[in-house]
């Protein structure tokens, strides 16, 4: 089993995937790349004119993805302007591509802003057990190298994630997700509630004919609207607009994916927000 990476916010919507039953063989078709890319290192760009100098321009910072040649992440990384290294992700696989270790570096700790429970935290560390079908059934995780909790996994019959529980250090339940299915093994509702059964929050998910999410809404616990997306996507499954309703206030991002490589990859894509354009995202992309 994989899991979906996130860097910013907005490159997050570039891809959204993940959620329906679909054959993914790696990580290259989870993130919808082409081809055996190895590197890509993406520069994020407050403004078109800043993004002139690819890569040493004024860029805001610079996220890095290593493949191994199965076409599985190794790394993940991020890095302020000045070369800074400010956060790290490294993954360890079984025989079978599942990961079974995933470490979660944060490097930055002179950001004044961050509260002393932040600054403390630099080593997440997840320790992923499978079954004999290669399925998880619980992870553990640690801070700083000391327990912190553990999660127990539930699944049907067709290996669908249906409930994981959550365990503190003293054993006690703390929280219960649940995720509910369509015939073709589309998520259809994510939930989230407390150890009482309280609910925290909710999430319905709907699904187009190419198996892409094209609406997304969340609830608060009362069962008031707390933000809905719905997506378009151009013919390569890259997302092309999300009009995003947020607590009563509509906004629309669009994305315009001005060049790609001969592989099919996008180069560059610059992001909009109710029509004025407030990022540009450009790739370099090294190849097996």
Same mark, same amino acid.
């Given at each position: 089993?994989?899991? =979906? /990476?996130?860097? =910013?916010?907005?490159? =997050?919507?570039?891809?959204?995937?993940g959620h329906k039953k679909r054959v993914e063989k790696n990580d290259w078709d989870k993130l919808n790349y082409k081809s055996t890319v190895k590197t890509v290192i993406t520069a994020s760009y407050f403004s078109e004119a800043a993004s002139k100098n690819f890569p040493s321009g004024n860029y805001y910072d610079? +996220? $890095? *993805?290593?493949?191994?040649?199965?076409g599985f992440l190794t790394e993940k990384a991020t890095y302020k302007r000045d070369g800074t290294l400010t956060y790290q992700c490294t993954y360890k696989y079984d025989s079978k591509h599942n990961v079974i270790e995933e &470490?979660?570096?944060?490097?930055?700790? $002179?950001?004044?802003? =961050?509260s002393a429970d932040s600054l403390v935290r630099k080593l997440y560390s997840y320790i992923y057990s499978f079954n004999k079908k290669g399925i998880i059934i619980g992870d553990s995780v640690y801070v700083n190298l000391k327990f912190h909790h553990l999660k127990i996994w539930q699944h049907d019959s067709t290996g &669908?994630? $249906?409930t994981i529980k959550s365990y503190n250090t003293a054993n006690k339940l703390t929280t219960v997700e649940n995720w509910k299915y369509d015939g073709d093994g589309n998520i259809t509702e994510y939930s989230k509630s407390n150890a009482n059964g309280r609910l925290i929050n909710r999430t319905t998910y709907a /699904? &187009?004919?190419?198996? &892409?999410?094209?609406?997304?809404?969340? #609830? #608060? %616990?009362?069962? %008031?609207? *707390?933000?809905?997306?719905?997506?378009?996507y151009n013919t390569s499954n890259d997302v092309t607009d999300d009009i995003v309703i947020d607590n009563g206030k509509h906004n629309k991002w *669009?994305?315009?994916y001005s060049d790609t490589d001969p592989d099919g990859n996008w180069l560059k894509v610059s992001y909009s927000e109710n +029509?004025?354009?407030?990022w540009v995202f450009k790739r370099s992309i090294d190849y097996y």
């Open positions: 089993m994989k899991y =979906l /990476f996130v860097f =910013l916010v907005p490159v =997050l919507l570039f891809s959204c995937k610079c +996220d $890095t *993805e290593r493949f191994d040649t199965s &470490n979660k570096y944060d490097h930055d700790f $002179t950001d004044t802003t =961050l &669908n994630i $249906t /699904f &187009n004919k190419q198996g &892409n999410i094209w609406q997304k809404e969340k #609830y #608060y %616990a009362d069962g %008031a609207l *707390e933000t809905k997306h719905i997506y378009r *669009e994305y315009d +029509d004025k354009k407030r």
